[in-house]
């Protein structure tokens, strides 16, 4: 058996799956060349067929990246199956994966369809897959919770039909690690001709052992591919976390005795982009990835890290990329040196023009903050990109009053189909009272159903970033905003998730797709 570990990455399909993380094909491009240079092996870069702007994605994707394999999930039919490899025409590297569920209830409630049915349906969607590339991966939706003997009937019926990864999903979380690692185990042992494909595992994180069953299909199933994403970005409580499964693939590296091709200080950054592409902030506490994950406030373990670090650290920070991002910019730098930075944190602007417009923000930033961080310019970009998304409704200024034993006041000022308002209103909080102000103009009707601030890097000269999840008729948003003021955050927020709503672009929601 090969000791390679394959890392299959997934923020881009499943992760987007998270009520509010939908991205625009800028930002799947630019955390898809993040995953390349964090040596991802595989990017599924999303589902061709769900939409057309998830079509498009995938094709500038697989246009852009080189060195990792693009793949397209598709379900176990033609349509699906045809628009993947559409999308995924230019790729250097191409994978189509196609599913289908196996399990009893999934069949029966969900397919309407009969086990024989679900079997022959199987085999045909690889069978026709095979035309448009070799590297075929299916997968048996609800594998935890299907039958035995029916899977290794589907399982050897795909392989021998040209299947070369076999993933076997806990699609519900319902798995725990021993069960979970010789189920894999038995399945290999029992299907003739199952050493003919590489065996993967995608796991959620429902009962919080996403990580644990993952590492259990390696080591006591025999899979050689991970499925995971960043920040264990996921539907309900998430996936597998990328970085969480490589460091203890790394640091536990006696044990596993596996190779891989990951290059590890890439991590930090690639945890930023995508939290702040999406609104989805790090918890302090998160392993590896968290602001305290290598912090130590205890007086023994401060004294024993001065004494030697590895008395209280099994792994480095700069090992996963904490040191890398420093102070490098500030006002006086030139537009070359942003230029260049840009570049380097692996953003690329389509134009000189959108590059002089971003460099004319930086420098109005800097005027109002002395020292410029990469996640500074990461939140910059990512605001601009949005506001260029729709700009429908655009922020122009705000003035608010509070103070103690007095209501909150606000007046906005704002753009609402090219037409310029200035709104008042009232509150329980300077933001709430902001909020009431554009929506006495707006009048949406979106219920706010999250609301949170994360400080983009340390002191108290940090831009706030500032998420709301919005929702209405059934859709759900996040709007970003970032300031050295968190009330105008917030109010750069709800205009970034009043444009989303009101985008005319079509999409299908991707948490109401079907998928492993």
Not at 16 to 42: C, F, H, N, Y
Not at 383 to 394: M, T
Not at 451 to 456: E, G, L, R, T, V
Not at 464 to 485: C, F, K, Q, W
């Amino acid at each position: 058996m090969s000791n390679r570990l394959i890392i299959f990455d997934t923020t881009l399909r499943d992760g987007e799956q998270s009520p509010g993380a939908s991205m625009t094909r800028e930002e799947k491009v630019r955390i898809a060349r993040q995953l390349e240079k964090l040596r991802v092996d595989v990017i599924e870069a999303g589902f061709a067929a769900a939409s057309q702007g998830d079509f498009e994605s995938i094709r500038a994707i697989a246009s852009s990246i080189r060195e990792s394999t693009v793949c397209s999930l598709s379900r176990a039919n033609d349509r699906d199956i045809a628009r993947a490899a559409e999308a995924l025409q230019p790729a250097a590297r191409k994978r189509i994966h196609t599913f289908i569920a196996t399990s009893p209830l999934h069949m029966q409630m969900k397919l309407r369809m009969e086990p024989e049915q679900v079997l022959e349906q199987a085999k045909l969607a690889v069978r026709f897959a095979r035309q448009f590339t070799d590297d075929i991966e299916f997968s048996p939706e609800d594998g935890s919770r299907s039958e035995e003997d029916f899977l290794c009937r589907v399982l050897e019926g795909v392989i021998a039909e040209g299947a070369t990864t076999i993933n076997f999903p806990d699609t519900v979380g319902y798995a725990v690690p021993e069960l979970f690692g010789a189920t894999i185990k038995r399945l290999r042992e029992r299907i003739p001709n199952s050493d003919k494909a590489v065996w993967s595992v995608h796991c959620h994180n429902d009962l919080g052992l996403a990580v644990a069953n993952s590492l259990a299909g390696v080591m006591i199933g025999g899979a050689r591919q991970i499925e995971c994403t960043i920040n264990g970005l996921g539907e309900r409580a998430g996936n597998t976390a990328l970085e969480e499964v490589v460091m203890a693939l790394r640091t536990r590296n006696a044990y596993y005795n596996l190779e891989l091709g990951i290059d590890t200080t890439q991590i930090v950054a690639a945890s930023k982009m995508v939290s702040q592409i999406t609104g989805f902030a790090v918890q302090p506490n998160k392993a590896v990835v968290g602001a305290n994950a290598f912090a130590h406030a205890s007086g023994i373990h401060q004294d024993g890290i001065l004494k030697a670090r590895e008395t209280y650290e099994i792994m480095r920070a700069e090992d996963v990329g904490w040191t890398a991002n420093k102070i490098v910019l500030g006002k006086l730098s030139g537009r070359n040196a942003f230029k260049q930075r840009l570049q380097e944190l692996g953003i690329e602007l389509d134009s000189e023009a959108e590059v002089n417009a971003a460099f004319a923000r930086f420098k109005e930033l800097a005027d109002r903050k002395s020292d410029i961080f990469d996640e500074d310019i990461m939140a910059l970009v990512t605001d601009e990109e949005q506001a260029h998304e729709s700009e429908y409704y655009r922020f122009v200024s705000l003035a608010q009053r509070s103070e103690t034993g007095e209501l909150p006041l606000a007046k906005v000022v704002f753009s609402m189909g090219g037409k310029e308002y200035s709104c008042q209103g009232s509150g329980d909080g300077p933001v709430d009272a902001t909020v009431n102000a554009i929506e006495s103009e707006a009048k949406s009707g979106a219920e706010l159903v999250l609301f949170s601030i994360n400080a983009i890097s340390s002191g108290t000269q940090s831009q706030g970033e500032v998420t709301m999840r919005l929702s209405h008729a059934g859709r759900i948003v996040n709007g970003v905003g970032a300031d050295p003021d968190i009330v105008v955050a917030s109010a750069k927020a709800y205009i970034s998730g009043l444009n989303k709503l009101h985008s005319k672009i079509e999409r299908l929601n991707p948490q109401t797709e079907p998928a492993p």
